[in-house]
T-cell receptor, first 111, second 115 residues
């Protein structure tokens, strides 16, 4: 079983839709959760960073962590064509440098 | 936010030559830097973890003698692909860990093409 599972998509939505991206994980030691956005031929860009359980909101983006279910989500409200990219989840335990990435979900927002 | 740069952004070289890629943290000191490789439409593959002033820790299956990593200062790490071959063609991305946080900031990546 992989440490982190992420549906690769592709996901295609109309402009203005609410997008839900999800990852599940198996290691209960994970404490730090991140979402990255990667445009084609570019390095990943950190979008959201969350510690432990709960919600975090930043503009149109909301990150949710449910540690009891080992499930994290990224919601994008009022999606825009510029949101078209691959979204990677990542997580790590409290100690150590080991990061675990999902495989990425490809999102296309259609104007 | 923290800014990480990479140079060059793109390099084309002949088979058998060596290529050096630089990764710099521009506005912070990075005690730990990471090197990843990414194939088209695939996720990041961690190659090695580099701590300033010490030898890099390589992931299983990554050849230490082929991918030389040096982290001589708190703002600079280099990856040298030695005797490059066409199968080394890939997108190489570095990242840096910010202080004591458990998050990484990525560079823009370097696209290596070996002819």
């Amino acid at each position: 079983q992989k440490e982190v599972e992420q549906d690769p998509g592709p996901l295609s939505v109309p402009e203005g839709a609410i997008v839900s991206l999800n990852c599940t994980y198996s290691n209960s030691a994970f404490q730090y959760f991140m979402w990255y956005r990667q445009y084609s031929r570019k390095g990943p860009e950190l979008l959201m960073y969350t510690y432990s359980s709960g919600n975090k909101e930043d503009g149109r983006f909301t990150a949710q962590v449910d540690k009891s279910s080992k499930y994290i989500s990224l919601f994008i409200r009022d999606s825009q064509p510029s949101d078209s990219a691959t979204y990677l989840c990542a997580m790590s335990a409290r100690t150590g440098n080991q990061f675990y990435f999902g495989t990425g979900t490809s999102l296309t927002v259609i104007p | 936010g923290a800014v990480v740069s990479q140079h060059p952004s793109r390099v084309i070289c002949k088979s058998g030559t060596s290529v050096k890629i630089e990764c710099r943290s521009l506005d912070f000191q990075a005690t730990t830097m990471f090197w990843y490789r990414q194939f088209p439409k695939q996720s990041l593959m961690l190659m090695a973890t580099s701590n300033e002033g010490s030898k890099a820790t390589y992931e299983q299956g990554v050849e230490k003698d082929k991918f030389l990593i040096n982290h001589a200062s708190l703002t600079l790490s280099t990856l040298t692909v030695t005797s490059a071959h066409p199968e080394d063609s890939s997108f190489y991305i570095c990242s840096a860990r910010v202080g004591r946080t458990d998050t990484q900031y990525f560079g823009p990546g370097t696209r290596l093409t070996v002819l």
